[in-house]
């Protein structure tokens, strides 16, 4: 074990959008002559965590304590739903099928998004009725 450490710059953990690259804010080593063995990844295709590993090795070839970096890689934007019409017009009493949507995500697929549907309709009762749709991903962002 050797006195060197090395300072992260920036915040840890830190956040990174899904599917944005990603650069490090830095470090330095302090305490002492040696190298920084860098190790991890971050993969930003990815949501989850990801780890770097910072390890100061001095001239003697003794590695110090590990410092560790978390960058959490997370999905922000939240899906879509398109109407595909708009005015729906339907007899009395007619049974009311409502795919007429199509969903989008940056990072999830359809059948990852859930869709909430609010709205009174009542196919037995002449009237116009309206229905909001509010389309939900997997990590829990709400479409408007």
């Avoid at 860098?38 to 304590?65: H, K, L, Q």
């Avoid at 109407?83 to 940056?106: C, V």
């Amino acid at each position: 074990m050797n006195g060197l450490q090395v300072i992260l710059s920036g915040q840890n953990p830190i956040e990174r959008p899904v599917n944005t690259p990603y650069i490090d804010a830095g470090y330095t080593l302090s305490g002492g002559v040696g190298i920084i063995d860098i190790t991890g990844s971050v993969n930003t295709d990815v949501v989850g965590n990801n780890y770097v590993f910072f390890t100061p090795i001095d001239t003697n070839g003794s590695a110090g304590i590990t410092t560790i970096r978390n960058v959490q890689v997370v999905d922000t934007i939240p899906p879509t739903l398109t109407l595909n019409e708009g005015l729906i017009i339907r007899e009395i009493g007619n049974k009311f099928l409502d795919h007429s949507y199509t969903l989008s995500d940056n990072y999830w697929g359809v059948s990852n998004i859930s869709v909430e549907k609010t709205g009174n309709l009542n196919t037995g009762a002449l009237g116009t009725y309206k229905v909001l749709y509010t389309p939900v991903d997997k990590s829990g962002n709400r479409g408007v």
